[in-house]
């Protein structure tokens, strides 16, 4: 059986361990205080989980999510994630994170951002751009009219159809935007941002989307 590991324990990653031990997942998730912090949420998800210090969460999966604010990137355990696939869910708050100036100025993205951290990892964007508390209600069947659609990029296309698969599973279509380099499409503030669309409607917001807000 496939096993997540699972790097931020918050509000996506609490729902995304959720989803996963429903689909038949196993999962390793992890927080920055320690595992027994996270007794209660293990406790809710089950046999298919347990609780682990980053390094270990990351050891463990065969693929890992990265949902911590941006300002944590840095503690973000490098070798343990060598050579796998990474869903980063992060979004970029000034407010929260302080300024970037790469960011600020249309330079980067929050997700190669991470992929620069983890040189040797294939880093995806994925489950970003959807309200926490809308990954467990808003998915439907595939082929169900006006299915909700979630957007990917990536450098490796192999990380982009894992993230396509667990949108599926979850409910979701996906439409693939290419290279992390485009990712900032999928990010604050922009026409996609947290807006329930088709694939079809999300594609148009992520054409028009504007580079700097």
């Not at 699972?6 to 992890?30: C, M, P, T």
């Not at 992060?90 to 997700?111: F, I, K, M, Q």
């Not at 659609?149 to 990536?154: C, G, M, W």
């Not at 490796?156 to 499409?185: H, N």
Request: hydrophobic share 40%; proline share 7%.
């Amino acid at each position: 059986m496939t096993t997540i590991g699972i790097i931020g324990a918050g509000h996506i990653g609490g729902q995304l361990a959720r989803k996963a031990v429903q689909r038949g997942y196993d999962v390793v998730i992890s927080n920055s205080r320690g595992p027994e912090t996270l007794a209660e949420l293990v406790a809710e998800l089950g046999p298919r989980a347990r609780a682990a210090t980053p390094a270990e969460a990351a050891a463990a999966g065969d693929f890992a999510v990265v949902t911590v604010p941006l300002k944590s990137l840095g503690a973000i355990p490098v070798e343990p994630l060598a050579g796998k696939i990474v869903i980063d869910t992060n979004n970029y708050y000034w407010e929260r994170d302080g300024h970037v100036p790469a960011l600020d100025n249309g330079e980067a993205t929050t997700s190669g951002l991470l992929q620069e951290h983890l040189p040797h990892s294939k880093v995806a964007k994925g489950f970003n751009h959807i309200m926490y508390t809308q990954i467990g209600t808003d998915g439907s069947p595939a082929g169900s009219p006006d299915r909700r659609a979630l957007a990917t990029a990536s450098d490796f296309p192999e990380a982009s159809e894992l993230v396509a698969t667990l949108y599926d599973e979850f409910g979701f279509d996906t439409v693939s935007i290419g290279p992390l380099s485009e990712s900032w499409r999928l990010e604050r503030d922009r026409p996609a941002y947290v807006v329930r669309q088709n694939a079809a409607e999300l594609a148009e917001n992520l054409a028009k989307a504007p580079r700097t807000i």
